[in-house]
């Protein structure tokens, strides 16, 4: 698979104020990157979420290295691994970074951690893609093959169909928070999926 270019520059995120039913979007997707960290061995995990309006894609959740400070920063959607990942929905792992010409050190260098290996995949759910996860210096053995790759994409996939339980909740002026049930079966996806996953380890 030829690796996409990797040019993108992070811009930081406008401040917005938190809607209700952030808090367990949040706490969902929290519990995606630290799932995928520890599934897959990596040094660090991060969801974005694609803003469709502005085109760009959205550190949304991150585990590991950056996670203090690189949630709500945004780069272009249609640039970077990520960007192609959410262009294509295709999933795809680069195990050697420093051989590949097309990737773009100033953009990891402005994360604050250069990886030498990743694996992502898109987000999808009912066709639409919402989204890419990506893990940083998986394990060797993480990515030794097209079966793991393929794990982390069925990840994605429940992952993404949690998020839209939570999203079939609307939430804006005046709605109240997510209700218990809805987010108690979006994270029950995940925890069924967790337990799979490393079921086959």
């Known amino acids: 698979m030829t690796t996409p270019r990797t040019d993108a520059t992070l811009s930081p995120a406008p401040f917005a104020v938190p809607a209700p039913g952030d808090d367990a979007r949040h706490e969902l997707l929290q519990s995606v990157v630290d799932v995928a960290r520890a599934i897959f061995g990596a040094a ?22 950056g996670e203090e400070f690189l949630v709500g920063r945004r780069f272009p959607a249609g640039r970077g691994i990520a960007g192609w990942v959410a ?5 795809m792992v680069v195990d050697d970074l420093s051989q590949d ?8 260098e402005s994360t604050a951690y250069v990886p030498d290996a990743l694996m992502a995949a898109p987000l999808i759910s009912d066709a639409r893609v919402l989204g890419v996860l990506e893990v940083l210096d998986p394990s060797p053995q993480a990515r030794s093959g097209v079966r793991e790759l393929d794990l982390l994409a069925m990840f994605a996939r429940q992952a993404a169909a949690a998020l839209r339980v939570l999203a079939a909740h609307p939430a804006g002026g005046g709605t109240r928070a997510l209700d218990g049930e809805r987010r108690e ?6 925890g069924s999926l967790e337990r799979l996953l490393r079921g086959t380890g």
């Open 87 to 91: 262009t294509s929905g295709e999933p």
């Open 101 to 108: 010409s097309s990737f773009d050190r100033s953009l990891a």
């Open 44 to 65: 660090a995990s991060s969801v974005f979420l694609l803003d469709e309006e502005a085109d760009e894609l959205v550190f949304q959740a991150v585990s590991g290295e």
């Open 185 to 190: 079966d979006a994270l029950q996806l995940l």
